[in-house]
Each structure stands twice: as structure tokens, then as C-alpha cells.
């Protein structure tokens, strides 16, 4: 990656932080767990639902979640924004979470629509991500077997959220804890309060 100087237009730094933050899913997409963790600063935040935490954890839980034989995650990217203050910046991004989860031995294809926020600083030259945060706009799960059903528990179904329900539902049935109050458009609160505390971030000293 170019290290930029601190001098140069936003015109020029853009293209760099979007580069940045389409390596960083596609390292996570192919298992380059260096690539991963070399995008991010050291304690840097990763809040996603199965996880919210340092990235050096985010990693080792990545790892830990590769099963061979099994098809693995997968996530499209396109970087829209940014928003660039001298040595922070946020960037936007449209993007779909995609991943084959088995339900009660169904095998199905899970999609989820969201807004990928990075939030990004320069040190030293160089600019690497602080923190990687979720706005989730809606899901849906499908059998991939035609005319077969996902089987459904209503009980974890039960509250979850219109934005993230069905990666809520795999999630419980996985034993994880998924927050009800992370930033989605069902949800505009928060989606607000989320934007107003990365943009303080951005504009802190």
C-alpha cells in the first residue's frame, strides 16, 4: 500500500482507502489472516454480530470458524463515500454478507444487505483501519434444495431484528448471543447515533 503524505487532496487519498478496505474482506474471504490483521492497528474494534471486539481476537475467532470441506463466508464490497479529516476518515460501503449455513441438516444460502462503515488513520504515513462496524438493511434465507423448507424455531426467532433476523436466527441456533441494538435501518435511532459517534471520532484531535 502507498503511504501518503499528509499534504495530498482527498482526491488522491480516496482510491487508496478504498483499496484498503476491499483487501481487508477479501483477506478475510481467503483465510490471508495476516493480510487481515495488517489491515487494521493494533486494538483496533471489529463489530460484526457474531463478534464485537480487538481484531487480533476477530482473527483468531476467524480462524477458529474455518471448516474444511465447508463453503465459507463470502462479501461483496463497493466503496461509495468517504468522509477525510486530515489524519482519520470514515468510508462507506455498499455490500452483501453471503454465507451457506446448514439448518437442522438443510443446507441454505443465507444473503444479508448492509452498509459496511470503515473508519480509517493515518500514522506514521501509512493508513490502516481503527475500526470496522455494520449498518444492516435486511436478510433472507433460502433452501437450496428446491422445494425443501428451512426448518424454524420460533422461540429464536422470536425479537429478532427485521435487519438481521435470519443471521440472528443461525447465530442462537450456533449458541452465540447476537445484540439487539447494533445500527440498522429498521432501527433509525441507532443508525443516527451510530453516525454521530463515528463522526466525533473523525473530528477528535
Known amino acids: ?5 499528509p499534504d495530498q487532496p482527498q482526491a488522491d487519498i480516496e482510491p487508496q482507502l478504498f483499496e ?3 483487501r481487508e474482506r477479501l483477506a478475510r474471504d481467503t483465510q490471508d489472516w495476516h493480510a487481515l490483521e495488517d489491515s487494521y492497528w493494533p486494538g483496533a474494534r471489529v463489530r460484526v454480530t457474531w463478534f464485537d471486539g480487538p481484531v487480533a481476537d476477530f482473527v483468531t475467532a476467524s480462524r477458529a470458524s474455518v471448516r474444511p470441506g465447508r ?3 463470502f462479501h461483496t464490497i463497493d466503496p461509495t463515500r468517504s468522509e477525510i479529516a486530515e489524519d482519520r476518515a470514515l468510508v462507506e460501503s455498499r455490500g452483501q454478507v453471503l454465507l451457506r449455513p446448514s439448518v437442522d441438516g438443510v ?8 452498509r ?4 480509517l488513520e493515518r500514522r506514521e504515513g501509512r493508513w ?7 449498518i444492516y438493511v435486511k436478510d433472507r434465507i433460502d433452501p437450496l434444495e428446491p422445494g425443501a423448507s428451512v426448518p424454524t424455531d420460533p422461540a429464536l426467532v422470536e425479537g429478532a431484528r427485521p435487519s438481521y433476523r435470519w443471521l440472528t436466527y443461525t447465530n442462537r441456533k450456533r449458541g452465540i448471543d447476537v445484540p439487539d441494538d447494533l445500527p440498522g435501518d429498521d432501527r433509525r435511532d441507532l443508525v443516527e447515533a451510530f453516525w454521530s459517534d463515528a463522526r466525533e471520532w473523525l473530528q477528535r484531535p
Open 20 to 22: 484498503l478496505v476491499k
Open 1 to 5: 500500500m502507498s503511504h501518503l503524505g
Open 128 to 134: 490502516r483501519m481503527a475500526f470496522f462496524d455494520n
Open 107 to 114: 443446507e441454505c444460502d443465507l444473503t444479508s444487505w448492509c
Open 116 to 119: 459496511f462503515v470503515a473508519g
Open 71 to 73: 463453503i465459507g463466508g
